[in-house]
């Protein structure tokens, strides 16, 4: 595994941990609060997205408009049957959800949900990191690098672990700023 390929790696565990954030409420209507619905269309589980348009007219309400009018009934039955607690309105062309404000219990709940997903990114981080430096031991014990190349490659991977750490960090610390803000 060379350097670029863990720095690739690292990033999209950095990635992933940013679509999970972006699925936590924060107060303010937001489309990517439904980017982990799915809806059963006729016999398959199919992401929302792929089945009508998601727009946040105001701050405060998500809209939902179906390409195919006959699967509102279906979409606003996974909206209501998901654990995002939404009450979806259906007007017969479009759903409409309300955003209610958080509470300052449900905003720290959101906050430990955060730090949650931000330590399954660090464990996947650090895991990227050890399946790594095994390698390049492997590869000291074989003849391929010598024991200083071997020391050098391990502290350019911790390095670029503690970076990649460092901005997950970041961003949980920018999501909490977002969650708390009332």
């Known amino acids: 595994m060379t350097i ?52 946040t007219p105001d701050s405060q309400t998500i809209s939902i408009q179906p390409f195919d009018l006959g699967s509102i009934g279906l979409i606003e039955k996974a909206i209501a049957m998901s654990d995002l607690g939404f009450t979806p309105n259906n007007d017969g062309k479009i759903i409409r959800i309300n955003i209610p404000p958080l509470t300052e219990e449900r905003r720290k709940q959101f906050c430990k949900l955060a730090s949650k997903y931000a330590e399954e990114a660090k464990i996947a981080l650090r895991n990227i990191r050890r399946d790594a430096i095994e390698k390049i031991k492997v590869a000291e014990k074989e003849g391929e690098f010598s024991e200083d190349q071997s020391r050098d490659e391990q502290a350019s991977i911790q390095k670029i672990t503690d970076r990649f750490i460092n901005e997950i960090e970041n961003n949980l ?3 909490e700023t977002e969650i708390l803000k009332v």
């Open 4 to 55: 670029k390929e863990v720095e690739l790696n690292m990033q999209k565990s950095v990635e992933a941990s940013q679509r999970n954030f972006n699925t936590i409420r924060t107060g303010r209507a937001n489309t990517s609060l439904l980017d982990r619905l799915t809806v059963e269309y006729y016999g398959a589980d199919t992401p929302l997205k792929s089945l009508a348009t998601i727009a």
């Open 173 to 175: 610390a920018k999501k």
